[in-house]
């Protein structure tokens, strides 16, 4: 049965957000512009977490399945950011190029291709011939690949924080060094959330928008949603001979790569170690030597282009590796979106649009059920056996 749509259930819902990363942010910017009353408590800077540092892929390429609809729906909003938050936040699409190294590799191109057709996107196999021809920068190696026009990169730097300005023009609240201490859920019906110096918010709706520390969150309203910190690791080269066109993935997933306008290549690869406070990560030594040698096997012009720089982020992932997008089962009006597990900076504009249906007409226009928070619950007779 569809719920209620919350805005039905109290006009007018005050809409309180944990986490001001891509996906707190653009869901502040949608609902403050659908008219709700948003507070954004944000415990660093917008945007400075993962969606700030993130390799800036917009990629509904090889997405999983489940993941699709909302990865297409997210693309359709990219190329309006400048109108919707006042930049274009250096989108770009010159397209996504998913490389095979062995002939088993292109079974998978092959098979994902017949479902990215199947969702509407242009999905062009090349065969060891083709891809020497129309990309001859890369080492001739290679069995093959695949290529998804229209896919492409935007500058992670720039994106929540437009999108928070923006919201706070469309008359959001947004509060920076605000950690949320503690979530309660009030037997009015409603929240109050706890943050520093004794702040109490007051909501009828959370979103649990906190990333890599939103199990945390949900944890504390009872919901256990398993997840684990990861910290992929990037690099950034001197700016060179602009050669490369297309953002560049490997079947393996080893190496993903683009170059900026600027001529810098910006790749990630292998993954840091995050600090045991949960809150640092540092990349690691064996990647350092590691990543950037696959990178001049695969494009051998590289050899000799200066790093100018490492670094890492934190990111939540799950054990089916989906995000957790919803409401949980028990309580109305409490939305989880979080653990995007390596793919929230694409969707994120979705999900913001997405959370706005949901929470203003109940139908977030989308099936969410792959994605939903309970669905690492373990059935109480399990529990208690
Ligand atoms: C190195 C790297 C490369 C990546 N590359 C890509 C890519 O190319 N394409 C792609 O689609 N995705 C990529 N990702 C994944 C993507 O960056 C994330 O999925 C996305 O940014 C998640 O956004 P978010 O808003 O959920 O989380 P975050 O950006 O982590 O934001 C969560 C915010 O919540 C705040 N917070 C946490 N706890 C509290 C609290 N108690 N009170 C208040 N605030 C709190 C945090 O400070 C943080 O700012 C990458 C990730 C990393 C780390």
Same mark, same amino acid.
């Given at each position: 049965m569809t719920p209620a749509? @919350?805005? #039905?259930?109290?006009?007018?819902?005050?809409?309180? @957000? *944990?986490?001001?990363? *891509?996906?707190?942010?653009?869901? +502040?910017?949608?609902? +403050?512009?659908?008219?709700?009353?948003?507070?954004?408590?944000? /415990?660093?800077?917008?945007?400075?977490?993962?969606?700030?540092?993130?390799?800036? $892929?917009?990629?509904?390429?090889?997405?999983?399945?489940?993941?699709?609809?909302? +990865? *297409?729906?997210? /693309?359709?909003?990219?190329?309006? #950011?400048?109108? #919707?938050?006042?930049? !274009?936040? !250096?989108?770009?699409?010159?397209?996504?190029?998913?490389?095979?190294?062995? =002939?088993? =590799?292109? =079974?998978?191109?092959?098979?994902?291709? +017949?479902?990215?057709?199947?969702? $509407?996107?242009?999905? !062009?196999?090349?065969?060891?011939?083709?891809?020497?021809?129309d990309h001859p920068w890369l080492t001739h190696d290679l069995a093959g690949g695949s290529f998804c026009p229209g896919d492409g990169y935007a500058n992670p730097r720039l994106v929540a924080p437009y999108f928070a300005r923006a919201a706070r023009a469309e008359g959001a609240v947004i509060r920076e060094g605000h950690p949320v201490l503690a979530v309660e859920d009030t037997a009015g019906g409603g929240f109050v959330l706890h943050g520093p110096l004794g702040a109490r918010h007051e909501a009828d709706v959370v979103v649990n928008a906190a990333g890599a520390w939103g199990g945390a969150i949900a944890g504390q309203l009872g919901l256990d949603v398993p997840m684990v910190s990861l910290a992929p690791q990037m690099f950034v080269t001197e700016p060179t001979t602009r050669r490369i066109g297309p953002v560049l993935g490997m079947v393996s997933g080893a190496i993903y790569l683009r170059q900026s306008v600027r001529g810098n290549v910006i790749f990630g690869g292998g993954r840091g170690s995050v600090h045991p406070d949960g809150l640092r990560s540092r990349p690691a030594e064996d990647v350092f030597e590691r990543s950037p040698a696959l990178v001049r096997a695969l494009i051998p012009a590289l050899a000799g282009v200066p790093l100018i720089r490492s670094w890492t982020g934190i990111e939540g992932n799950t054990p089916d590796g989906l995000p957790v997008i919803g409401e949980s089962g028990g309580r109305a009006g409490l939305i989880h979106a979080c653990g995007f597990s390596g793919h929230g900076f694409e969707m994120g504009p979705g999900v913001g649009e997405t959370l706005r249906d949901l929470i203003l007409t109940g139908d977030a226009g989308l099936d969410l059920s792959a994605f939903s928070p309970d669905r690492f619950a373990v059935p109480p007779a399990i529990r208690s056996a």
């Open positions: 749509p @919350i805005i #039905l259930r109290r006009a007018l819902p005050r809409v309180c @957000i *944990i986490g001001g990363g *891509i996906v707190g942010s653009a869901t +502040a910017f949608f609902l +403050a512009r659908g008219g709700c009353p948003v507070e954004l408590l944000e /415990r660093d800077t917008v945007g400075s977490r993962a969606s700030g540092v993130n390799f800036g $892929g917009v990629r509904r390429h090889g997405r999983a399945v489940a993941e699709l609809p909302l +990865a *297409i729906r997210s /693309r359709a909003i990219w190329p309006r #950011l400048r109108e #919707l938050i006042g930049h !274009d936040c !250096d989108f770009e699409t010159p397209g996504h190029l998913k490389v095979a190294q062995t =002939e088993a =590799e292109l =079974e998978p191109l092959a098979r994902w291709a +017949a479902i990215g057709r199947a969702h $509407g996107l242009t999905i !062009d196999l090349l065969d060891r011939g083709q891809l020497r021809r």
